[in-house]
């Protein structure tokens, strides 16, 4: 994942993509992160965040808070992934 990957037209309806990388795909494989659902982690990692800001800047300033969050949690063994919990024989 990388800041600044964003999709636009160059009419104001840009997208970020990372974002969306971030929300569709890696939360979605994500059982719990610190013990909580990913959709609460996010929510509070940005609910005292300036909404209008994100907009303004394409929701890099979601990225920067989030990545360093993801990875910190990730590197002290916080996160469950989904298929931690499938059983597999060998």
């Known amino acids: 994942m990388s800041e600044n ?21 890696v939360l979605s494989k994500i059982k719990s ?17 300036d909404n209008e800001q994100n ?7 979601v990225f920067k808070i989030m990545y360093p969050a993801l990875k910190k949690a990730w590197e002290e063994e916080k996160i469950v992934l989904k298929t931690d919990q499938i059983k597999i024989d060998k």
Do not use: A, R, W
């Not at 990957?5 to 795909?25: A, P, Q, R």
């Not at 907009?55 to 300033?61: I, L, V």
């Open 33 to 49: 992160i610190y013990n909580q659902d990913p959709d609460q982690f996010y929510l509070n990692l940005t609910k005292h965040m």
């Open 55 to 61: 907009y303004e800047d394409c929701f890099d300033s």
């Open 5 to 25: 990957v964003h999709d636009s037209m160059g009419h104001g309806d840009c997208n970020n993509l990372t974002i969306d990388f971030m929300n569709t795909i």
